[in-house]
């Protein structure tokens, strides 16, 4: 079975210090697809990135960048110069992809608070 | 445009009743998802709709829950006999008919208590 593990469930940081998630996964499957989405206050799951299993370059956006490492099936989210703004619990999630549909495996989120 | 829309946003009901709950896609998204969010908890998958017809309901907990989707558009999910249990925050993802594995949208979810 698909899963995966979000091992902090809490952290804390003051405002500018860079910050990682850290994301773990199992499946047995050879295609796949990790995903990071943002749960803020409000309650919406905003999403972040897809990553597919062949493709194992890092990447950034803005302040945000991944490590996909397959070796280590880990997918871990790096915030840099932190703001409070991203204060938000963070889900990683798989997808696993059964008769067309696409189900989300989520893991049990980190909660991350920017302190100013 | 609009997103996915839930309601009612919270929803406070008494052990034993039945309750409805509703999701309104994004336009044109032919997939459509429900999961459960239990407090502390990731979402987890619920059902799958490609179309009018439930392709996946694996996810479903027991026979009191059931969820329609009768004109391919607008979702209902039904949960009869309410128990404390099912308590937890419902939310529901639409995506796009597109080759490959394709983000979900996700609603602002319906918050669901039982007393």
């Known amino acids: 079975a698909q899963k995966v593990t979000q091992a902090q469930t809490e952290i804390s940081v003051v405002e500018k210090e860079d910050v990682t998630l850290d994301c773990v996964y199992e499946?047995?499957?050879?295609?796949?697809?990790l995903f990071w989405y943002k749960q803020p206050p409000s309650g919406e799951l905003v999403f972040l990135i897809r990553?597919?299993?062949?493709?194992?370059q890092n990447e950034i956006s803005g302040r945000y960048s991944w490590n996909f490492q397959k070796s280590t099936s880990s997918f871990n989210f790096t915030i840099t110069a932190s703001q409070v703004v991203d204060s938000a619990v963070y889900f990683c999630?798989?997808?696993?992809?059964?008769?067309?549909?696409?189900?989300?495996?989520f893991g049990q989120g980190t909660r991350l608070t920017i302190n100013p | 445009g609009a997103g996915v829309s839930q309601t009612p946003s919270n929803k406070v009901t008494e052990k034993g009743k039945y309750v409805e709950l509703r999701c309104d896609p994004i336009?044109?998204?032919?997939?459509l998802y429900w999961y459960r969010q239990s407090l502390g908890q990731g979402p987890e998958f619920l059902i799958y709709?490609?179309?009018?017809?439930?392709?996946?309901d694996s996810g479903l907990p027991n026979d009191r829950f059931f969820a329609v989707r009768p004109e391919g558009s607008v979702s209902t999910l039904k949960i009869q006999r309410t128990e404390r249990g099912d308590s937890a925050m419902y939310l529901c993802?639409?995506?796009?008919?597109?080759?490959?594995?394709?983000?979900?949208?996700f609603g602002p979810g319906t918050r669901l208590t039982v007393l």
């Open positions: 499946t047995r499957d050879t295609t796949y697809y």
């Open positions: 336009s044109g998204h032919t997939a």
């Open positions: 999630a798989l997808s696993e992809v059964i008769q067309g549909a696409q189900k989300l495996v």
């Open positions: 990553r597919n299993s062949f493709d194992e």
């Open positions: 709709f490609q179309g009018t017809g439930a392709a996946d």
């Open positions: 993802a639409s995506s796009p008919q597109r080759s490959g594995v394709n983000e979900q949208f």
